[in-house]
């Protein structure tokens, strides 16, 4: 109902409405390949890779924690630095931070599409690192390393 409203108001243009692939099916294969294809589990995959070579799980989550804590520490670290290079309290120094980041990134990515462009540009050479070649290399790494302990139970069971 809300579509055929929008429709009737006059607000949609239908005569500017582009056919479905227009330019064929190799730009939408791009797209999909760059990228939909790993998002959003690309990168969980890949660091999912590492879980079988941790010998306790315990350590993931403390360094998980630990990771958390020290991105924390260095913030504040910077919020501190901030305050005392000049010589402000450090509650308007945070708040004028604050106000900062809330600003540019209203002026750099006023819209969600435009955020969507600047962060496709922005990591098109370092998402696929972590989504193709990492995997591939973790997976060929798993492979070897599966092979090694296979290779290594079946002389150990061999009678001398």
Same mark, same amino acid.
């Given at each position: 109902?809300?579509?055929?409203?929008?429709?009737?108001?006059? +607000?949609? /243009?239908?005569?500017?409405?582009?056919?479905?692939?227009?330019?064929?099916?190799?730009?939408?294969?791009? +797209?999909?390949?760059?990228? $939909?294809?790993?998002?959003?589990?690309?990168?969980?995959?890949?660091?999912?890779?590492?879980?079988?070579?941790?010998?306790?799980?315990?350590?993931?989550? /403390?360094?998980?924690?630990?990771?958390?804590?020290?991105?924390?520490?260095?913030?504040?670290?910077?919020?501190?630095?901030?305050?005392?290079?000049?010589?402000?309290?450090? /509650?308007?120094?945070?708040? +004028?931070?604050?106000?900062?980041?809330?600003?540019? +990134?209203?002026?750099?990515?006023?819209?969600?599409?435009?955020?969507?462009?600047?962060?496709?540009?922005?990591?098109?050479?370092?998402?696929?690192?972590?989504?193709?070649?990492?995997?591939?290399?973790?997976?060929?790494?798993?492979?070897?390393?599966?092979? $090694?302990?296979?290779?290594?139970?079946?002389?150990?069971?061999?009678?001398?």
């Amino acid at each position: 109902m809300g579509n055929t409203l929008l429709i009737l108001s006059g +607000s949609i /243009r239908l005569k500017e409405l582009k056919p479905v692939m227009s330019q064929g099916f190799k730009p939408v294969l791009r +797209s999909a390949i760059r990228e $939909r294809l790993a998002n959003p589990y690309g990168e969980m995959i890949c660091f999912m890779m590492l879980i079988p070579c941790v010998n306790k799980p315990s350590q993931m989550t /403390r360094a998980g924690y630990g990771g958390i804590l020290a991105g924390g520490i260095v913030l504040i670290e910077v919020a501190i630095a901030i305050s005392d290079i000049f010589g402000l309290p450090y /509650r308007k120094t945070l708040l +004028s931070c604050g106000v900062i980041v809330l600003l540019w +990134s209203q002026i750099e990515t006023p819209s969600l599409s435009e955020h969507f462009e600047f962060g496709r540009q922005s990591l098109i050479y370092i998402h696929p690192l972590f989504v193709y070649i990492f995997l591939v290399l973790f997976f060929l790494l798993a492979l070897v390393r599966r092979s $090694r302990v296979r290779r290594g139970n079946s002389q150990k069971t061999r009678p001398s």
